[in-house]
Structure formats: C-alpha cells, structure tokens
C-alpha cells in the first residue's frame, strides 16, 4: 500500500473499532495492537481464553465485512 493508501485503511480500521462495544474493542487492542498473548488479553478482559478466541474472530469478521463495504479488497 501507499503511504497515503495506508493512512486511509488505518483510518477506516480505527473507525470500525470505534463502533465495537468497549470489551471487543479492548480485547482486539490487546491482541493485536499491543501483541499481548491470548493469555494476557483474557486477564486483562476478565474472560477465559476460548471466550476472547471467540471475540477476536467475529471482530475480524466484523472488520472484514466493514472493510469490504468500503471498498477494500480484504
């Protein structure tokens, strides 16, 4: 991606992430933004590991489906 291209997709991630509740956007922060274990992500979330698997697969999903309808190809 361009510098430019980049910028937008990073603005329309941080857009997307602004609409998830507070607990899947802390748990995908976690996980990928600060690349905190699946471990660490449940403790500092307060669920099990399967329940934060789960929650970070339907914000991919979620974020997928955003990205698509705005026009990236994902």
């Not at 403790?43 to 489906?65: D, E, F, H, M, N």
């Amino acid at each position: 991606l361009s510098s430019a291209a980049s910028d937008v997709y990073k603005r329309q991630v941080g857009d997307y992430l602004r609409t998830l509740p507070l607990p899947a956007r802390r748990a995908f922060l976690c996980r990928y933004y600060y690349a905190d274990s699946l471990a660490e992500t449940a403790r500092v979330c307060g669920i099990s590991v399967p329940a934060v698997k789960s929650q970070l697969y339907r914000t991919r999903q979620g974020l997928r489906t955003y990205l698509e309808k705005e026009g990236f190809d994902v």
